[in-house]
């Protein structure tokens, strides 16, 4: 049973909004915070977010406020990242992260690809 | 923001040698570090955390050391599949973080 399944491949033009999914298993959801990471191509990583699958408090990188949305359902042990006015500098692998040891877990990836 | 360095960009080795690839942290971040390795078309693998305590799973041929500013990743004998791109990462203040650029170690 893979922990963290993410949904799949995307490609949005510029200016358009995005979500991605990272569905959680075998682990109780609520005692984590979820963390998401960006790679964009060939280049290293970035960390963009977390939100606690507990509460549903959420932090930010500084560069992506007001563009970025964190949010947790926890009936379904899912956790979500919307991102809106996207940038061909969007164009992505997304991953999301189980934070508890660091990051410890981590999804299989979601490419979102940018372009007009 | 917290910028960790790590040296060198690329480390060019052999099966079986010993490796240390060093992360360095702009300010004190304590032992709030972690070490990541990522292979080619997958996702980042946790290896080390709290600079020194290896991951579940994880080879005791990997270890972490260093506290404050200065911190290294020690592969005791490398193996074919250690070749892999390794990032260390600050959580000083948890859950924010930032990576550092990697260190590729290939052959």
């Known amino acids: 049973q893979v922990p963290l399944v993410q949904s799949g491949a995307v490609v949005k033009k510029p200016g358009a909004s995005v979500k991605v999914s990272c569905k959680a298993s075998?682990?109780?959801?609520?005692?984590?915070?979820i963390s998401w990471v960006r790679q964009a191509p060939g280049q290293g990583l970035e960390w963009i977010g977390w939100?606690?699958?507990?509460?549903?408090?959420?932090e930010y990188a500084q560069k992506l406020q007001g563009r970025v949305t964190m949010t947790t359902d926890t009936s379904t042990t899912t956790a979500y990242m919307e991102m809106r006015s996207l940038t061909s500098d969007d164009t992505a692998i997304y991953y999301c992260?189980?934070?508890?040891?660091?990051?410890?877990?981590w999804g299989q990836g979601t490419m979102v690809t940018v372009s007009s | 923001e917290i910028v960790m360095t790590q040296s060198p960009a690329t480390l060019s080795v052999s099966p079986g040698e010993r490796v240390t690839l060093s992360c360095r942290a702009s300010?004190?971040?304590?032992?709030?570090l972690a070490w990541y390795q990522q292979k080619p078309g997958q996702a980042p693998r946790l290896l080390i955390y709290g600079a020194s305590t290896r991951a579940t799973g994880i080879s005791a041929r990997f270890s972490g050391s260093g506290s404050g500013t200065e911190f290294t990743l020690t592969i005791s004998s490398l193996q074919s599949e250690d070749f892999a791109v390794y990032y260390c990462h600050q959580y000083n203040y948890w859950p924010r973080g930032t990576f550092g650029q990697g260190t590729k170690v290939e052959i």
């Open positions: 939100i606690s699958a507990y509460n549903g408090n959420t």
């Open positions: 992260a189980r934070a508890g040891d660091a990051l410890d877990m």
């Open positions: 075998g682990f109780i959801f609520t005692s984590y915070g």
């Open positions: 300010q004190d971040i304590s032992s709030h």
